[in-house]
């Protein structure tokens, strides 16, 4: 794995894409999650509720206003080729909107797939994993 972790760059290794995600939410780059996507990807928003494409991307600014900062710890990686099944455990705590304390944490499933420019990025990004 490399040392991507805190950076903004798009990641060459898959292991590191959560962590570029969690780097991107939590500073609110809209440009650099949006680019952490494929363009036809599908964010499940929850069991049964997907937006993807043009859709999901419009969503972003507001997925991200209000939200709660976000850590992550990759449990597992998986790549055959140029695909990848990635798990990771994440937590958001903080203050919302309201001046509430937030405590939310789960387990992720992604798909990722590695594009022609050696980058990888989400195909299917499904933050309620299992559930």
């Known amino acids: ?30 440009e650099l999650l949006d680019a952490l996507f494929e363009p036809e990807a599908m964010h499940v928003v929850r069991p049964g509720q997907t937006s993807s494409g043009a859709r999901r991307r419009a969503l972003l600014p507001t997925v991200v206003r209000d939200r709660i900062p976000i850590t992550v710890l990759l449990r597992q990686v998986y790549a055959v080729g140029d695909t990848a099944l990635l798990i990771n455990d994440y937590v958001h705590d903080g203050v919302g909107p309201d001046g509430a304390h937030v405590h939310t944490e789960g387990t992720a499933t992604d798909i990722a797939r ?10 299917i990004s499904n933050p309620s994993g299992t559930t």
């Not at 040392?3 to 894409?17: E, K, M, Y």
């Not at 590695?114 to 195909?123: E, F, H, Q, T």
């Open 1 to 30: 794995m490399s040392d991507i972790r805190n950076g903004d760059s798009l990641p060459v290794d898959p292991a590191d894409l959560p962590y570029v995600f969690a780097n991107a939410f939590n500073t609110q780059d809209i």
């Open 114 to 123: 590695r594009g022609a420019d050696g980058y990888w990025r989400y195909l």
